[in-house]
């Protein structure tokens, strides 16, 4: 026999957002069952594939605020990795992947990087625009103001010293300004 429904989990994230935890009803409200991954199944809604043998997954990409409210979802004791993976609408082994990145992914959060970020990526002088957002901060932290002007010659500066071959553009500068929010 069955053991009935499984009661649904609500999880309080740090934000003061909710998030369900449970199974999609098997049908749709006030219709009869449909074969699934028929368009209007809760089995197609949730996957961003169907999977078969001549079609590919195509992986959906989390938000940094989407991977953390995915760790702190996987915190709830009563939280499956497949269940959390049904949720967000991903792959267990996409979910698992995120969950050992744990320590890497809180720690870019706590550092307010931009929370829409889906991917991370650099720049072609990647030390120079490290050296330039340490600057920066130092910067800030001593309370003086900023323009695009000075942080343009500042990297053009740490180009220089450190023999790079680069150009401080007002396209690149509005990229740092959008990798380092």
Request: glycine content about 8%; overall charge positive; hydrophobic content about 35%.
């Amino acid at each position: 026999g069955s053991a009935g429904p499984k009661p649904e989990v609500v999880l309080k994230l740090e934000r003061g957002e909710e998030l369900h935890l449970g199974d999609p009803p098997t049908a749709p409200v006030g219709g009869s069952p449909q074969a699934p991954g028929t368009a209007d199944s809760p089995r197609h809604r949730l996957s961003s594939c169907r999977t078969t043998a001549t079609t590919a997954c195509k992986r959906k990409e989390l938000s940094l605020a989407d991977r953390v409210k995915l760790l702190q979802a996987l915190e709830s004791p009563s939280a499956s990795l497949s269940s959390v993976a049904k949720l967000f609408g991903i792959s267990k082994s996409q979910a698992g992947r995120i969950g050992q990145r744990r320590e890497q992914i809180l720690a870019e959060w706590h550092t307010n990087t931009n929370p829409l970020r889906k991917r991370k990526r650099e720049g072609k002088a990647g030390e120079v625009e490290d050296a330039l957002f340490a600057w920066f901060r130092q910067a800030l932290a001593r309370g003086e103001r900023l323009s695009g002007p000075i942080l343009k010659a500042k990297a053009q500066e740490l180009a220089l010293s450190s023999g790079r071959d680069f150009e401080a553009t007002d396209r690149w500068l509005c990229r740092w300004k959008t990798r380092h929010n």
